[in-house]
């Protein structure tokens, strides 16, 4: 494993031991091992370094004495402040942004991630290309500085708007695809699992899977974004067929060109009539709340069923804490390792979907059979006798169907 130095900038509000546990995590989903600590509370940012010229000389000291050549910062970095850095220690630095991008492209395995990906990398380079050529413009300027050194960086420039071009064109290719599957499950409930990374999603989907499904498992692991893929498996609840799928994991602090990039793998969620809001109850809640909050505000989920899942409920030691959290909503406390709360779980979802069912009762014409099928292996039946002309059926129906098959309803 690599071995670095991590670097956590704060504000006075930030909680310093999450920063340092998130940082390190991070570090080692990248493939590093964080030797060293340093931490300052900023309440200016230094232009030329971020931190102050102290803890610079601080780190260099360090590292010279671990014999480490990588610093990790959990803040981004403007490219002047990289180049400073990096001339005064001597050592590659690496910021929160590039570090996530990094475990990003690692991460991906489908084609849509990969190029989201990609497209991430771009926008978050292109910019940096431009603060550089006119950070180098005001170091020099003037008569004698227009040469091949301006020409090349407008050169990297160009092509990179084209590969951005070229990627976003890609992308809406798939998108496209991809709503034309999403047709097919129409009149499908469909769910999504979302959350904090780590807290979960892909290890509720599995068990999922394992007690009411057939398709094959996602890939879970206990590490930051562990999966970047959206898969969409689906699960039979008895009578209640619905399609639940995995996104990937929210984190604190992203870039702006990073978050649009990150928002834009969870269309998924905005099509969804569920969301299943997960929370790691172990680590830090009030920061995963806020920061699921404002991403799903960012993507306007609109008026959707909620249901937090605080999961990992074996991890915590204070119960009566964690009881305290969304008490107004939906809300379930479980641990996805368990076979009894993964059934708890299905019969709450469950409940939450029937919930505005209207109870009815239908006379279906014998003629009419594969209306009567469909009913009947949509829904829980709870009464069924028959006359001379159909069945006669006591249910409770949804809204989209009772519109549909209205004309039966007695």
């Known amino acids: 494993m690599q071995r670095v130095i991590q670097v956590n900038a704060v504000n006075k509000e930030d909680d310093l031991d999450n920063k340092i546990y998130e940082l390190e995590n991070l570090i080692k989903t990248a493939g590093g091992e964080s030797i060293a600590y340093v931490s300052q509370v900023i309440s200016k940012v230094n232009p030329k370094y ?47 942004t590039t570090l996530i991008l990094d475990i990003f492209a690692m991460r991906a395995n489908t084609k849509e991630a990969r190029l989201k990906i990609k497209l991430a990398q771009l926008k978050y380079q292109l910019p940096r290309i431009n603060k550089w050529f006119s950070y180098l413009s005001r170091q020099a300027g003037g008569i004698g500085t227009r040469g091949p050194g301006e020409t090349m960086l407008e050169t990297d420039r160009r092509a990179i708007v084209r590969d951005i071009k070229s990627l976003e064109k890609s992308i809406k290719s798939i998108d496209k695809t991809k709503r034309i599957n999403r047709l097919s499950r129409k009149g499908i409930h469909n769910l999504s699992l979302v959350g904090y990374t780590n807290a979960g999603k892909s290890t509720i989907l599995n068990g999922m899977i394992s007690l009411f499904g057939e398709d094959k498992y996602v890939y879970s692991d206990d590490l930051l974004f562990a999966t970047l893929d959206t898969s969409t498996r689906r699960l039979d609840f008895s009578n209640t067929k619905l399609t639940l799928t995995d996104t990937v994991g929210f984190i604190d602090n992203l870039s702006e060109e990073l978050n649009d990039s990150f928002l834009t793998t969870l269309d998924e969620v905005r099509f969804s009539d569920m969301l299943l809001i997960v929370i790691n109850s172990a680590t830090n809640i009030d920061q995963q709340l ?18 937090y899942v605080f999961n990992k409920i074996d991890m915590v030691e204070d119960d009566l804490a964690i009881n305290l959290y969304k ?7 479980i641990s996805a390792k368990e076979e009894e709360d993964l059934i708890r779980l299905k019969e709450k979802i469950v409940d939450m979907i029937k919930a505005d069912y209207e109870l009815v009762t239908m006379h279906i014409p014998f003629s009419k059979g594969s209306v009567t099928d469909y009913i009947m292996s949509n829904y829980d039946i709870l009464e069924v006798d028959y006359d001379s002309e159909g069945t006669n059926l006591k249910l409770k129906i949804s809204k989209e169907d009772y519109t549909k098959y209205g004309n039966y309803v007695r």
Do not use: P
Request: proline content about 0%; cysteine-free.
């Open 50 to 96: 971020y931190i102050g010229s102290g803890k610079v000389k601080e780190i260099e000291d360090l590292a010279k004495k671990n014999d480490v050549d990588t610093v990790i910062f959990d803040v981004e970095l403007s490219a002047s402040q990289l180049y400073n850095l990096e001339e005064e220690m001597k050592l590659h630095v690496v910021d929160w």
């Open 290 to 307: 806020k920061t699921i909050e404002k991403s799903l505000a960012d993507i306007d989920i609109g008026d959707k069923k909620i249901l």
């Open 327 to 333: 008490r107004e909503a939906d809300r379930i406390f």
